[in-house]
């Protein structure tokens, strides 16, 4: 069979405008007076993935004309002090969202810790509130990762409605959430989805049975060649850090598709770095432009 020319999509070139579009938005908000909004984070310990995702999101704060503060505690704070802090930025009238960056240490618990935050200043939509609205479509902050990818397939004009798609991932952050967006009755969405995971069965004829892929296993080249229909439209949530003699970090972000072999039986299919991984950045900004406006809740 003839390889079918894929087309890439580019989180990275998506967000970029994204950011622009926000930029331009908070210009007007301080032009016209208005409160510039302002993103909290906290960070607790010396995780690599995690100092390096919140100070990317604190420079693409600054970038977009945010106020941003960075909390950042060592691995032993006790559970108590950081249900403090929380409770502190709950208070705070200038602190419009604010997130406390997963995973966290093992003494902590952290369902303790969403539960305590307003969910009316959940940037990251992990508090049962915004998880429950979001199931019901209602109004809420939607999780970052979803809400990118959900942006991506939209930014691409990418039809959904009545294809399969396939979950391969059962995480509260994304795997959940995924499906209930995809299966949702809404563009994007419509889809009949299929939800596997570690103790699926099959697993490999659900996926040759799917015209939309997301793949959020945190399994690095999980998903093959010949797992993949032709045509397919593949994304890819995987950000493993694999060791590297090559970059200069001494790691390389590898994704849970392997590349070369599906990209050539995609329509599109997101690169790692580049693809998804932007995407959630942006849409942790776009929820805290949204809670900066009160466009949610008031
Ligand atoms: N850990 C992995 N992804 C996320 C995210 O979107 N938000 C937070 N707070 N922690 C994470």
Same mark, same amino acid.
């Given at each position: 069979?003839?390889? %079918?020319?894929?087309?890439?999509?580019?989180?990275?070139?998506?967000?970029?405008?994204?950011?622009?579009?926000? *930029?331009?938005?908070?210009? %007007?908000?301080?032009?016209?007076?208005?409160?510039?909004?302002?993103? *909290?984070?906290?960070?607790?310990? +010396?995780? #690599?993935?995690?100092?390096?995702?919140?100070?990317?999101?604190?420079?693409?704060?600054?970038?977009?004309?945010?106020?941003?503060?960075?909390? /950042?505690?060592?691995?032993?704070?006790?559970?108590?002090?950081?249900?403090?802090?929380?409770?502190?930025?709950?208070? $705070?009238?200038?602190? $419009?969202?604010?997130?406390?960056?997963?995973?966290?240490?093992? &003494?902590?618990?952290? %369902?303790? !810790?969403?539960?305590?935050? $307003?969910?009316?200043?959940?940037?990251? #939509?992990? &508090?049962?509130?915004?998880?429950?609205?979001?199931?019901?479509?209602?109004?809420?902050?939607?999780?970052?990762?979803?809400? #990118?990818?959900?942006? @991506?397939?939209?930014?691409?004009?990418?039809?959904? %409605?009545?294809? +399969?798609?396939?979950?391969?991932?059962?995480?509260?952050? !994304?795997?959940?959430?995924?499906?209930?967006?995809?299966?949702? =009755?809404?563009?994007?969405?419509?889809?009949?989805?299929?939800?596997? &995971?570690?103790?699926?069965?099959?697993?490999?004829?659900?996926?040759?049975?799917?015209?939309?892929?997301?793949?959020? @296993?945190?399994?690095?080249?999980? @998903?093959?060649?010949?797992?993949? =229909?032709?045509?397919?439209?593949?994304?890819?949530?995987?950000?493993?850090?694999?060791?590297? /003699?090559?970059?200069?970090?001494?790691?390389?972000?590898?994704?849970?598709? @392997?590349?070369?072999?599906? *990209?050539? =039986?995609?329509?599109?299919?997101?690169?790692?770095?580049?693809? !998804?991984?932007?995407?959630?950045?942006?849409?942790?900004?776009?929820?805290?432009?949204?809670?900066?406006?009160?466009?949610?809740?008031?």
């Amino acid at each position: 069979m003839e390889e %079918q020319h894929y087309q890439l999509l580019d989180g990275k070139a998506v967000s970029a405008q994204m950011k622009k579009e926000m *930029a331009e938005e908070v210009a %007007q908000i301080k032009a016209a007076g208005g409160k510039i909004p302002h993103l *909290a984070a906290i960070l607790v310990g +010396h995780d #690599g993935g995690s100092e390096t995702y919140v100070a990317s999101k604190v420079k693409t704060c600054l970038e977009i004309g945010f106020k941003s503060t960075l909390i /950042s505690f060592e691995e032993d704070v006790t559970e108590d002090e950081l249900l403090r802090k929380v409770d502190e930025l709950n208070n $705070d009238p200038d602190v $419009d969202g604010f997130i406390v960056q997963l995973p966290l240490p093992k &003494h902590i618990s952290e %369902q303790k !810790v969403i539960e305590a935050i $307003d969910y009316r200043k959940d940037v990251d #939509g992990f &508090h049962p509130i915004n998880v429950g609205r979001m199931s019901i479509g209602l109004p809420c902050f939607v999780s970052a990762t979803p809400a #990118g990818i959900l942006e @991506l397939l939209k930014r691409y004009h990418i039809e959904t %409605q009545g294809k +399969h798609c396939v979950v391969l991932g059962r995480s509260n952050i !994304v795997g959940k959430p995924m499906a209930t967006l995809m299966m949702q =009755k809404a563009y994007p969405g419509d889809c009949t989805v299929t939800v596997c &995971h570690s103790r699926s069965k099959n697993l490999k004829e659900m996926c040759l049975a799917a015209d939309i892929i997301i793949v959020a @296993l945190g399994v690095p080249e999980f @998903l093959k060649g010949d797992m993949v =229909k032709e045509g397919a439209v593949i994304v890819d949530v995987g950000t493993t850090r694999m060791p590297s /003699s090559v970059t200069k970090s001494g790691f390389k972000l590898t994704g849970d598709v @392997l590349f070369n072999e599906v *990209a050539p =039986k995609c329509s599109y299919i997101t690169p790692v770095p580049g693809g !998804v991984g932007p995407m959630t950045i942006i849409s942790l900004m776009r929820n805290t432009l949204l809670a900066g406006k009160k466009a949610i809740y008031k």
